[in-house]
């Protein structure tokens, strides 16, 4: 199946920086990509759609200028925690459907903790 | 607003057991129907998709899912679990003309040896 990579895997810092995290599309190209938030014990809440080219779409109640989301090329987009804080310590998710399709493989997560 | 509803949040097996977790959506138009587990310590994976045709549907591991419209349901189904099926089991809808997909809760299964 369709491999989707994400950088880093887990990341400290400390409150007030900003962290940028990848993701990043192997084997095929993804015009979309989705950005997910998953809570301990919770299930993915969808933070923004990914669009190469153009501006993300977030979903309601999402803070764009805090969550950064640049889709350079059709198979890297970026999300930036800027001035991250201890609650935004969380487990973030990328998924993007090769070929625009409709099947969407997921990133292996990256673990955020604010400190 | 559109909404994916897993009513058991943990359910704890023993092996050989039989397995069915529920799952319903809200919204009444064309959807896609997924179901996705989460290992532990392992990203998410695809189980097994509904889009049309027949509605009992067959996945990876001997997992199964069955789409009845009426009810607005896709359980899925397993008639003989596994130490190894202990996961994080996920339902997900995506309106057809949408490609955003909209996860339930999850539900925890937990199988003893």
């Known amino acids: 199946g369709a491999v989707v990579s994400q950088h880093p895997s887990r990341v400290i810092c400390k409150s007030g920086t900003s962290v940028k995290i990848e993701c990043r599309s192997l084997?095929?190209?993804?015009?979309?990509m989705f950005w997910y938030r998953q809570f301990p014990k919770k299930s993915l809440m969808l933070m923004a759609t990914?669009?190469?080219?153009?501006?993300?779409?977030?979903e309601q109640g999402v803070e764009k200028d805090k969550f950064l989301i640049n889709h350079a090329s059709l198979t890297l987009s970026t999300l930036t925690v800027t001035s991250a804080h201890p609650e935004d310590s969380s487990f973030y998710i990328c998924?993007?459907?090769?070929?625009?399709?409709?099947?969407?493989?997921f990133g292996p997560g990256t673990r955020l903790l604010v400190l | 607003a559109q909404s994916v509803s897993q009513h058991n949040h943990h359910v704890i097996l023993s092996e050989a057991a039989s397995l069915e977790l529920g799952c319903n959506y809200s919204?009444?138009?064309?959807?896609?129907l997924f179901w996705y587990v989460q290992y532990p310590g392992q990203h998410l994976q695809l189980l097994l998709k509904y889009f049309s045709g027949d509605p009992l549907v067959k996945g990876i591991k001997g997992f199964e899912a069955e789409f009845i419209k009426s009810k607005f349901s896709f359980n899925l189904r397993k008639p003989s679990v596994q130490w190894s099926d202990t996961a994080e089991y996920f339902c997900a809808v995506r309106r057809s003309s949408a490609s955003k997909i909209i996860f339930g809760s999850g539900t925890r299964l937990s199988i003893r040896p």
């Open positions: 990914s669009n190469e080219g153009s501006k993300a779409t977030y």
């Open positions: 919204y009444g138009g064309t959807v896609n």
């Open positions: 998924s993007a459907p090769p070929g625009g399709g409709e099947t969407q493989y």
């Open positions: 084997d095929f190209q993804a015009t979309t």
